[in-house]
């Protein structure tokens, strides 16, 4: 199947266009504003089915409008009719046309053109009116407000806020491929009963999510500060998961990594790694041979041991026992220990190379309610 892109090199398009090739039998045709008007004609000639998201909204001149959005929808059009080709096509519309401006009158004749061109050729059209979306390498300063939150915010550029109040309706990029596959794979199937075929359908793209320009400004300035804080998003929130990868991907590719605080002593060092209110925190240590850590316990918290680097033996008390049970790990097994409340445990570095281990608690450390209570594991 040959699936010809409009738009090809743009946010949408060059989402779409890497996504659609790693689907099996697929072919990819792109058209963006370097291809000329040849190469579009050759292109419909053997499309099966059409994604046209080539569009201007952010033009020099007003009548750019009429070439970008009209025009080139209605050249397409007449060009498959001429072809006699009744080629599918999935149309990516706007909100805004229901607004009285240039871009949504453009939006709304282009739409209208579609429908003529269904009428004629009995090709199914689907024309998407997208919510504001957003994900990675959608362009900054030009028609998203996430894109240049994200950019300025990753760069640490100020940001303006006109109303922090204003609420958005927000749907990411995945979700609109997915639903433009779901109508590709639908025009495509050659089972479809005429009606349905011949029918000029309005789609949006699915989940959408409402949120306030404030809300959004406060996730984002979020994300940057958890590389100190490390307090990690509340990724069951589908749209701050999505929002999260989003914003990594306007930092700069000298700006991925971070260095995390050490605090060292005789003993090694340890740091912590990720915090989060739902699961706890995430801490790593390196301990010299010999050294023995722990000896405390905890009424609530839990915690897992995870001996990455090294030989090591923890041990266990019960509190109200003198019986000391013993538990020998080493890195190569990545085997877990779990550390059940009431029993006062210990991790002796007893290999002859530094020990590296990787620890969880149930919640996150708080100076004020520490939980822990020094005590010897063996007496």
């Known amino acids: ?94 909100i805004q046309v229901e607004l009285d401006n240039p871009y949504a009158e453009s939006k709304r004749q282009a739409e209208t053109v579609l429908s003529e061109y269904a009428r004629q050729s009995g090709a199914r059209v689907v024309i998407f009116r997208f919510s504001n979306l957003f994900g990675k390498w959608c362009r900054p300063n030009y028609n998203s407000v996430v894109a240049t939150f994200c950019h300025n915010i990753a760069n640490g550029i100020p940001i303006t806020i006109s109303d922090p109040n204003r609420a958005i309706d927000f749907v990411h990029v995945d979700d609109a491929i997915q639903s433009l596959w779901h109508e590709i794979s639908r025009c495509t199937m050659g089972d479809q009963p005429k009606e349905a075929v011949e029918q000029v359908v309005f789609r949006n793209a699915e989940p959408r ?27 069951s929130n589908p749209f701050v998961h999505k929002l999260y990868g989003t914003f990594l991907s306007y930092l700069g590719q000298d700006a991925f990594a971070y260095n995390l605080l050490q605090r060292s002593d005789p003993r090694g060092a340890l740091a912590e790694f990720v915090k989060s209110a739902s699961f706890g925190q995430i801490f790593v240590s390196r301990t010299n041979p010999g050294v023995t850590r722990g000896n405390h316990y905890h009424h609530a918290k839990t915690e897992k041991f995870l001996v990455l680097e090294g030989e090591a033996v923890i041990r266990f008390r019960h509190i109200k026992s003198d019986d000391v049970s013993e538990y020998k790990v080493r890195g190569k097994d990545f085997r877990v220990v779990d550390i059940p409340p009431g029993y006062t445990h210990s991790i002796e570095n007893v290999g002859a190379s530094e020990l590296i281990t990787l620890f969880w608690a149930s919640e996150i450390f708080d100076a004020q309610r520490p939980d822990t209570v020094w005590e010897e594991v063996l007496t």
Request: aromatic fraction near 6%; proline fraction near 3%.
């Open 1 to 94: 199947m040959k699936i010809l892109v409009t738009g090809s090199e743009g946010f949408i398009g060059s989402n779409l266009c890497v996504w659609l090739r790693h689907k099996p039998d697929v072919e990819v045709l792109g058209f963006d504003r370097d291809h000329t008007q040849a190469e579009l004609r050759n292109a419909l000639q053997s499309a099966d089915c059409i994604v046209h998201l080539a569009g201007v909204n952010r033009p020099q001149s007003v009548e750019e409008f009429q070439t970008g959005n009209v025009d080139l929808t209605a050249a397409i059009c007449q060009q498959l009719i001429e072809q006699k080709r009744s080629v599918p096509i999935l149309f990516s519309s706007s």
């Open 209 to 235: 999510y409402t949120v306030t320009l404030g809300e959004l400004a406060a996730l984002l300035q979020s994300f940057l500060c958890s590389r100190e804080t490390l307090i990690l998003p509340d990724f």
